[in-house]
């Protein structure tokens, strides 16, 4: 069974950094395009981050510049450092993993909240 798990969420003030984690289990991340996304309170889902199984990234305008998406696929996991945080950037994180016919599977989320 794949499974995705996010970690490194918390509070942190305006201006600071965090790394978040999506550890993969149950699979090889090898085979997937992996994705960062975030979901604020009563906003839609966005998409922050991808890094594809080549190691092209793209980001979504807002975060450029601030956010690094990256992946070691030796310890199965992808990370997004967040630095120069806003408090518009408190949401909910989701770890996503697009393989075509392999499937696609999400995180459970973690909460990064950006307040003095």
């Known amino acids: 069974q794949v499974q995705l798990v996010e970690s490194g969420g918390g509070l942190v003030q305006p201006g600071g950094s965090l790394r978040l984690s999506c550890a993969a289990s149950?699979?090889?991340?090898?085979?997937?395009?992996m994705y960062w996304h975030r979901q604020a309170p009563g906003k839609q889902r966005e998409l922050v981050a991808q890094i594809t199984r080549g190691l092209a990234t793209n980001y979504a305008d807002s975060v450029k510049g601030r956010f690094t998406i990256s992946r070691v696929n030796a310890e199965n996991t992808v990370y997004l450092q967040m630095n120069s945080l806003k408090p518009e950037d408190t949401a909910v994180y989701y770890c996503?993993?697009?393989?075509?016919?392999?499937?696609?599977?999400w995180g459970q989320g973690t909460r990064v909240t950006v307040s003095s």
């Open positions: 996503n993993a697009e393989g075509g016919w392999r499937g696609a599977y």
């Open positions: 149950g699979t090889a991340i090898t085979f997937y395009d």
